[in-house]
């Protein structure tokens, strides 16, 4: 292998790791059921329970994520508003409507996946 060839593979391995990490497009975890007090999410908007609207640490504000409860199938897509869960093995926390639609209370093991805008 060429010098030349050898210096430009160690820069882009380089550039690689500098680069941030993006979020996963498909994640798997425990979801929890928010907990509403009344108030603002970090998005800026009032939170309601009513909403199909979830708390994840990384992706954007307004991202569509189909959450799909693995016990029993069910999905819902939900709009990032929020950010949370900050509890080791949670992923999302989701309002008590998309809790609903999923078929459970408390906590369910679900996967993520990022799904475009709607």
Do not use: W
Not at 16 to 31: E, I, N, R, T, Y
Not at 69 to 96: A, Y
């Amino acid at each position: 292998m060429s010098m030349k060839v050898r210096l430009c593979a160690a820069l882009c391995g380089a550039t690689l790791l500098l680069l941030p990490a993006a979020p996963a497009l498909a994640q798997s975890g425990l979801a929890s059921v928010y907990a509403y007090k009344g108030g603002k999410t970090a998005s800026g908007e009032r939170c309601s329970p009513a909403a199909l609207t979830a708390a994840h640490r990384s992706f954007p504000f307004g991202t569509h994520v189909r959450v799909t409860n693995k016990r029993n199938g069910r999905s819902v897509v939900v709009r990032i508003n929020d950010r949370g869960p900050f509890i080791k093995g949670r992923v999302i926390d989701v309002t008590p409507a998309a809790a609903k639609a999923l078929g459970f209370s408390g906590l369910a093991p679900v996967k993520l996946e990022r799904v475009a805008s709607q």
